[in-house]
């Protein structure tokens, strides 16, 4: 019974984590919102804990389901260090963020414009109810988390 409920859990995390991938790339491709690097930067240990669900389910034992609620935590990390990024209350990479402009030269200015990504992290491209898609991402990503901490404990 154990092991039934911890493949159950391990199935929605995984399922979970493909959904919200699925909803990334949606908005990418269908709804013409192109990602900025800390977007990216919260696919991949989705993409991990969906490959990672896949062997758990095959492979009994407690080390996948922990790397598991790992790469979930990771994610609901940097789509909640996002949100700060995107809110003001810290500065994002300087890669992917405004950090202003004064000071700065006529050239230096130009250079900057040059310089800049295409999509800035400090911009809020899609909210719903007020949260943006890494705060929404930040606290799904952390119910997977205890799924897979729920996982863990059934193994």
């Known amino acids: 019974m154990k092991l039934m409920q911890r493949n159950v859990l391990i199935g929605l995390a995984s399922l979970g984590s493909l959904a919200l991938l ?11 919102l192109p990602p900025c690097k800390l977007c990216i930067w919260q696919r991949y240990p989705h993409a991990l804990a969906v490959l990672i669900g896949v062997a758990a389910v095959a492979i009994r034992g407690r080390l996948l389901p922990l790397l598991g609620l790992a790469a979930a935590l990771t994610t609901a990390g940097v789509g909640l260090y996002h949100t700060g990024v995107e809110r003001g209350w810290w500065e994002g990479p300087t890669t992917c963020t405004s ?11 130009f250079d900057k414009i040059m310089t800049a990504p295409v999509v800035r992290c400090d911009d809020v491209a899609w909210e719903l109810l007020g949260l943006s898609m890494a705060s929404w991402n930040g606290i799904l990503s952390l119910g997977l988390a205890a799924l897979w901490l729920l996982a863990y404990r059934r193994s």
């Open 99 to 109: 950090s202003g402009t004064s000071g700065l030269s006529a050239d230096d200015l």
């Open 22 to 32: 699925v909803g990334a790339f949606g908005f990418q491709h269908l709804g013409g």
